[in-house]
């Protein structure tokens, strides 16, 4: 069984700045890819940023310059630091992980339960 529990969110003023983590726990040999998600309100749940196992980083164009993605490999971790946010930044963020189990040859892809993060003044 693999986990993923997201940490950091809460409520911003608009121009403020979140950092948020994400940690996987359980039975695996690797993380291939770790990212962010987020769905507004009425909204679709859309990428907000990605980060491989290479170290290779993408952003939605909305974030970029903004947001910036990084990780601890040791803590199996991920982060998200937000930075100038925004009122629609507003969202539920989740984290999204592929995970290889032992003895696959597949990863399988895990999601967090979320975690609220509201700008507003």
């Known amino acids: 069984q693999v986990q993923l529990v997201e940490s950091g969110g809460g409520l911003v003023q608009p121009g403020g700045s979140l950092k948020l983590s994400c940690a996987a726990s359980g039975i695996f040999t690797r993380i291939n890819r770790m990212g962010w998600y987020r769905q507004a309100p009425g909204k679709e749940r859309e990428l907000v940023a990605t980060?491989?196992?290479?170290?290779?980083?993408n952003y939605a164009d909305s974030v970029k310059g903004r947001f910036t993605i990084s990780k601890d490999n040791a803590k199996n971790t991920v982060y998200l630091q937000m930075n100038s946010l925004k009122p629609e930044d507003t969202a539920v963020y989740y984290c999204?992980?592929?995970?290889?189990?032992?003895?696959?040859?597949?990863?399988?892809?895990?999601w967090g339960p979320g975690t609220q993060v509201t700008v507003s003044s």
């Open positions: 999204n992980a592929d995970v290889f189990r032992p003895y696959s040859i597949t990863p399988v892809n895990h």
């Open positions: 980060l491989t196992g290479g170290g290779s980083s």
